[in-house]
T-cell receptor
Framework: DGGITQSPKYLFRKEGQNVTLSCEQNLNHDAMYWYRQDPGQGLRLIYY???????QKGDIAEGYSVSREKKESFPLTVTSAQKNPTAFYLC????????????FGSGTRLTVV | DAKTTQPPSMDCAEGRAANLPCNHS???????VYWYRQIHSQGPQYIIH???NNETNEMASLIITEDRKSSTLILPHATLRDTAVYYC?????????????FGTGTKLQVIP
């Protein structure tokens, strides 16, 4: 079955450490997105990518980095510069140029300990 | 992209229809209305979308007003599993990146 897979589901990080969240899709979607969700809040866009080897900052990119070396993969690195990284992170993908909606992964819950 | 306004919460009795409203008064002619729902600690799930005609699928119906400034998502027979946060968003489909805002949505509580 086609879908979008995020791993791990839960992640614990010590302060000052970088950590990378994985996002893989086999839907052949061109665009991929990373969102952050805090308790009781909506989704805020961190980064997005419309094609391989290209990505753009979203609304809250500071302290995060991404890469898009393959169409299927869009990993997110939470760096030590992110002052409040504890949150629920969601990856999504979408086929360009159609009226299809977003397909979301099941999320990664990151906790700084 | 147009912004949307939704009530923060709603209750619905199990087995009854749940009608979730959304205002999108600044929607432009080429923007679609999409609905998603998010069950606690999961990723949002696509429900339905439409441009100007009413739409129905196995999950829900979408009613869009003639002026397209508002819409209503209808879950015809709500079950306890429909308890979730429901997001209404609008976006165009002309290609390229278009910023989409997922607000705080409507928290629907289905009551036994």
């Amino acid at each position: 079955d086609g879908g979008i897979t995020q791993s791990p589901k839960y992640l614990f990080r010590k302060e000052g450490q970088n950590v990378t969240l994985s996002c893989e899709q086999n839907l052949n979607h061109d665009a991929m997105y990373w969102y952050r969700q805090d308790p009781g809040q909506g989704l805020r866009l961190i980064y997005y990518s419309q094609i391989v080897n290209d990505f753009q900052k979203g609304d809250i990119a500071e302290g995060y980095s991404v890469s898009r070396e393959k169409k299927e993969s869009f990993p997110l690195t939470v760096t030590s510069a992110q002052k409040n990284p504890t949150a629920f992170y969601l990856c999504a993908s979408r086929r360009q140029g159609t009226d299809y909606g977003y397909t979301f992964g099941s999320g990664t819950r990151l906790t700084v300990v | 992209d147009a912004k949307t306004t939704q009530p923060p919460s709603m209750d619905c009795a199990e087995g009854r229809a749940a009608n979730l409203p959304c205002n999108h008064s600044t929607i432009s002619g080429n923007e679609y209305v999409y609905w998603y729902r998010q069950i606690h600690s999961q990723g949002p799930q696509y429900i339905i979308h439409g441009l100007k005609n009413n739409e129905t699928n196995e999950m829900a119906s979408l009613i869009i007003t003639e002026d397209r400034k508002s819409s209503t998502l209808i879950l015809p027979h709500a079950t306890l599993r429909d308890t979730a946060v429901y997001y209404c968003i609008v976006r165009g489909n002309s290609g390229g990146y278009q910023k989409v805002t997922f607000g705080t949505g409507t928290k629907l509580q289905v009551i036994p």
